[in-house]
Structure formats: C-alpha cells, structure tokens
C-alpha cells in the first residue's frame, strides 16, 4: 500500500497482513527441513525461498520461554520488528523464528537480531545457488 501525500514523495506503508504471515504447518515444515538457519542471540531464524514477491513470517514461542503473557509479549514485538524491518529484508522467504528463554530486550534489538538472521539466511540461500 502506497501514501501519497501533497509536496511529499511516495511513501509505502508497512503493514503486517495475512499474507506476510505462515498459517500453515507444511510452510513451517519446509521452512525447517531447509536446514538454513541463522542463531542470533536468543533467537533461532530459518528460512527458505517462497517464490513469492515477500517474505513471510512464522513465530514458534514455547512453554520454556516463560507463562503466556511473556510468550505473547514476545510474539507481538516479533510481528512489529518484521513489519519494521520489512523494507530491508531480502524479499521472497519464509522466516520461521524459535525463541529461547531470555530477558526483555526493546524492538530496535529484535529488529536488528531479525535482519542480521534475514541477511545471513540470504547469503546461505545464494551459496547454495
């Protein structure tokens, strides 16, 4: 989606919708029997080409990490740090992103652990031809 406003340029909006994100369990199957992943932190990122024109994003939060406030904490300011960092991500993968126990960090650290594992990914990706 696209804001134009007067005197401005062109701005995309970043939206986190339907599309941009996994729903089913044979996506996050293959994201994982890819065997590309990328370990930054407390975060685990696989990923794999999708043949689509964007990436799409899958959340594994479990028990371990803590009660379901936290799991939910957590999930929420992935879903914002994909939206965020979307315009700078490679497009065209499906990121699935598994969580270990770890103490709060603010978004700009999640966003920055996510494009670090997305780049990382990428260039595994490309190795590989």
């Known amino acids: 989606m696209v804001d134009e406003r007067p005197g401005d340029e062109v ?6 919708r339907r599309r941009h994100r996994l729903s089913h369990a044979r996506d996050y199957q293959a994201a994982f029997a890819g065997k590309v992943r ?10 794999r080409p999708n043949e689509l024109s ?7 939060v479990g028990r371990r990490v803590g ?27 499906d ?20 494009h670090s594992a997305a780049q990382d990914i990428d260039r595994q990706w490309q190795r590989h031809g």
Do not use: C, W
């Not at 936290?70 to 490679?90: M, S």
């Open 11 to 16: 701005v995309e909006r970043l939206t986190f």
């Open 38 to 47: 990328a370990t930054r932190g407390p975060l685990t990122v696989f990923g």
């Open 54 to 60: 964007h990436s799409r994003l899958g959340l594994s």
């Open 67 to 93: 009660p379901a406030v936290v799991r939910v904490r957590i999930k929420r300011r992935l879903r914002e740090a994909f939206r965020l960092a979307r315009p700078e991500l490679p497009s065209g993968y």
């Open 95 to 114: 990121f699935v992103v598994t969580v270990r126990r770890h103490q709060r960090m603010k978004m700009d650290r999640y966003q920055q652990l996510l």
